[in-house]
Structure formats: structure tokens, C-alpha cells
């Protein structure tokens, strides 16, 4: 499930993942479009934006672990800063991302994701 | 930390944007300082507002020709005017990214605006001349304008 405010990554993301075994589930524009459908559709894998509308990144991280704590979940952030990195990582996140990114970067990410 | 060191570090996210995001690379040309006080912008631009040490703003200025390409080089289908905002937005999103994590506490940096047009003025601060850097892309024009005040 791929969670950002911008239609042109969310469907960057989408086509850009090409790993094997991961499936998109669907696209949310904020954290609480993305605690609606994760309620709904339960995925494992989540990449999550961090500054959004409504609820950004790191309180729907928090609430999202709180709720599964065996779901990954992958921030992708222009926020560069080793802080947020950190911060995201403390509220559950299981890896970050820098925007922008490569098609190679995402899936290396995502792949150090499900192989742990 | 002065003022080119600051431009360079806006220059080297729209550099690095087009390198990752884009992947072709674009050239920089030779900065200018603008002759009056509200150059010229383009079909889209993606603002940034910067306060604390310094006061201004940082825009990303490109044509919709410019943008509809790039968005066929990210596979993008779609080139509505909502996702060439949208584009143009993510781009001012990342300079505001890479300047929060180059210049830390001593600039407030605002979540990015988008503008529609070339008319509207972009509110420069006064007595502030922005910088304009040429930003080449395959045959494509676009524009950094970087003002920013002590």
C-alpha cells in the first residue's frame, strides 16, 4: 500500500516496484485515509510520505504499529535530515528513503524490507 | 554559511531531482541577478518560503511542455493540470527537503505552494534582487529564483 499526498508518486511508486511476491493493494492521500484502508485491506507493506494533510507520516506510522506491529513500513520523505530519519525509525517505521529517488533506490528498499 | 553556498544548495536539489526522479541529468546555467524585481516565471512554478536567518523565498519556475516530458520519463500517462501541479509541487517539496537537512535550525522553511500562470507576482522581500539560475533540460527552459534577505 503505497500512503503519499502526491498523485504523481503514489503512481510512481506503483509502477516502480517490480519485486516478486509484492502486490499493490491500493493508495491513500493521508494518514487517516491510510488507517481506513489499512483497517480494510491489511497489508504487510507500507510506504508512507511523511509532511501530508490531515494527519502526516509519523503520527500514522505510530497508530499503525500500535495496531500491527508485524507491518513494515517504508518511509519515503524529502525530509533528508538524519533526524527525521531517526524519528520515523523510533515511531515504528522499518526503513526511510530520501526523495527523489531512483527506480533502483525504492526497490532495494523495499527489498531490504522483506528480507529483513 | 553565505549566500552562494545557500543557491548552491538549491541548485544541487533541482540538479539531483532530475538525476533520480527523472533520470536524465540537467545543466545549470550561469546564474544572474534579476534586472527588475519580479522576473519573469513560467507556466508552473513551485515556491517555497524561507525565514530565521534569512527571509525570502526559493521557486521552481518551468513551462507545462517541460513538465508533460518529464512526466512521460517518470512512465506517467496522465499530464493533467493536477498532476503537473502536483510535479511541479513535489520538486519545491524537495529543495524544502534538502534545505531543511543542509541549513538545520537556522532557516523555517513552509510547505510548498504552486502557482498557475505567468502573471501573479511571487512576493519577493523588499529590497531583495533574486538570483535567477537557468536550469536546461533536454530543449527545455526552466528557472531557480532564489531571494533571499539578511
Request: a negative charge; aromatic letters at 6%.
Amino acid at each position: 500500500m503505497v500512503v503519499d499526498d502526491s498523485n504523481v508518486i503514489r503512481r510512481r511508486i506503483e509502477r516502480a516496484q517490480d519485486l516478486p511476491g509484492i502486490e499493490f493493494v491500493g493508495a491513500a492521500r493521508n494518514g487517516v485515509e491510510a488507517l481506513e484502508m489499512h483497517a480494510r485491506l491489511k497489508p504487510t507493506l507500507i510506504t508512507m510520505d511523511l509532511t501530508m494533510p490531515e494527519m502526516d507520516g509519523a503520527e500514522c506510522v505510530e497508530k499503525l504499529v500500535a495496531r500491527d506491529p508485524e507491518l513494515r513500513i517504508l518511509v519515503i520523505s524529502a525530509l533528508a535530515d538524519k533526524l527525521t530519519a531517526i524519528e520515523a525509525i523510533e515511531k515504528g517505521a522499518s526503513g526511510f528513503l530520501c526523495k527523489p529517488f531512483t527506480d533502483r533506490q525504492l526497490n532495494d528498499a523495499l527489498r531490504k524490507l522483506i528480507t529483513g | 554559511m553565505a549566500l552562494d553556498s545557500e543557491v548552491a544548495v538549491f541548485i544541487d536539489g533541482v540538479l539531483r531531482y532530475f538525476d533520480n526522479a527523472v533520470q536524465q541529468t540537467a545543466q545549470c546555467g550561469t546564474p544572474f541577478l534579476a534586472m527588475d524585481a519580479d522576473p519573469e516565471v513560467s507556466d508552473y512554478t513551485g515556491i517555497i518560503r524561507i525565514n530565521g536567518r534569512r527571509e525570502g523565498l526559493v521557486a521552481f519556475t518551468a513551462p507545462k511542455s517541460m513538465l508533460s516530458v518529464m512526466l512521460m520519463r517518470m512512465q506517467e500517462t496522465d499530464m493533467s493540470h493536477e498532476n503537473l501541479c502536483d510535479l511541479v509541487g513535489e520538486i519545491a517539496n524537495t529543495l524544502s527537503g534538502n534545505a531543511r537537512r543542509d541549513f538545520g535550525s537556522q532557516f523555517n522553511i513552509s510547505v510548498p505552494t504552486v502557482v498557475f500562470g505567468r502573471s501573479g507576482p511571487l512576493n519577493y522581500p523588499e529590497n531583495a534582487r533574486p538570483i535567477v539560475i537557468p536550469i536546461d533540460w533536454r530543449n527545455y527552459h526552466a528557472r531557480l529564483i532564489v531571494c533571499l534577505k539578511d
